[in-house]
T-cell receptor
Framework: GENVEQHPSTLSVQEGDSAVIKCTYSDSASNYFPWYKQELGKGPQLIIDIRSNVGEKKDQRIAVTLNKTAKHFSLHITETQPEDSAVYFC???????????FGAGTILRVKS | GAVVSQHPSWVICKSGTSVKIECRSLDFQATTMFWYRQFPKQSLMLMATSNEGSKATYEQGVEKDKFLINHASLTLSTLTVTSAHPEDSSFYICSPYGAGGGEKLFFGSGTQLSVL
């Protein structure tokens, strides 16, 4: 089955700097890759997603890149703010509506 | 994003009792419901998948007789933890899916279960 690895496990950045979180997946059939932000005691919140027929997607300060050949995808957050501090999870699935396999998560701390 | 309502947000119960968690999709019809479990400082692990009107499919290692899932309508699914024990203490999160939800997966706010 699918296996998703996520790095780093923790990331500390200064406010205003950029943050990059990377994930690799094992199943070449996976074609949907969402990213979630989870705050303490809350459910995950979808922040951006990408399908395998797209190499990059951007939404304001957040962007996701996908390298299907290498089977890895990354989350880029620019101009980080203290409210970006949270746990971020990457995930992979075969398609919309299929179960998600999650990475282990990255604790992002933005220092002001 | 889609509106998902999950209740209760937290529950404390005695060992041996049963606890029911409700998940509602408020603005679209959920033909499929995913139930996840998350232990402290860990990732989300899928427990089971249910399709409306059908029996749930459980992931390996998840006891179907312990975690009862009902998905009798397109807007409501319930997870009942039967004869709960301290090791069942965890954060349970639902994720409804349906074409009306934009084909994306959104999550409920989660239920923190603590079994004494």
């Amino acid at each position: 089955g699918e296996n998703v690895e996520q790095h780093p496990s923790t990331l500390s950045v200064q406010e205003g700097d950029s943050a990059v979180i990377k994930c690799t997946y094992s199943d070449s059939a996976s074609n949907y890759f969402p990213w979630y932000k989870q705050e303490l005691g809350k459910g995950p919140q979808l922040i951006i997603d990408i399908r395998s027929n797209v190499g990059e997607k951007k939404d304001q300060r957040i962007a996701v890149t996908l390298n299907k050949t290498a089977k890895h995808f990354s989350l880029h957050i620019t101009e980080t703010q203290p409210e970006d501090s949270a746990v971020y999870f990457c995930a992979a699935s075969l398609s919309y509506g299929n179960k998600l396999v999650f990475g282990a998560g990255t604790i992002l701390r933005v220092k002001s | 994003g889609a509106v998902v309502s999950q209740h209760p947000s937290w529950v404390i119960c005695k060992s041996g009792t049963s606890v029911k968690i409700e998940c509602r999709s408020l603005d679209f019809q959920a033909t499929t419901m995913f139930w996840y479990r998350q232990f402290p400082k860990q990732s989300l692990m899928l427990m089971a998948t249910s399709n409306e009107g059908s029996k749930a499919t459980y992931e390996q290692g998840v006891e179907k007789d312990k975690f009862l899932i009902n998905h009798a309508s397109l807007t409501l699914s319930t997870l009942t933890v039967t004869s709960a024990h301290p090791e069942d203490s965890s954060f349970y999160i639902c994720s409804p899916y349906g074409a009306g939800g934009g084909e994306k997966l959104f999550f409920g706010s989660g239920t923190q279960l603590s079994v004494l």
